[in-house]
């Protein structure tokens, strides 16, 4: 089973990060990482733990 977030439920939370209004920029600054980074795992390009945590941690903030 691949721990990767689908391009489905990528385009999901990040529905969900804009009626919080929470920027892929914001998510990005939170937790050191690049925009292009959140972007890629979001799409289901590329896994990275401390990205996936961010997007949950934001997710979870509002």
Known sequence: MSNYISKQVGKYISYKL???GI?????AKSAN????IIT??????ILE????KA???ELNKK
């Open 33 to 36: 990482l690049s925009t292009a």
């Open 18 to 20: 804009k009626l919080k």
């Open 55 to 57: 997007v949950n941690d």
């Open 40 to 45: 890629h795992v979001l799409n289901g390009r």
């Open 49 to 52: 733990y401390e990205a996936v």
């Open 23 to 27: 920027t892929h920029n914001d998510i």
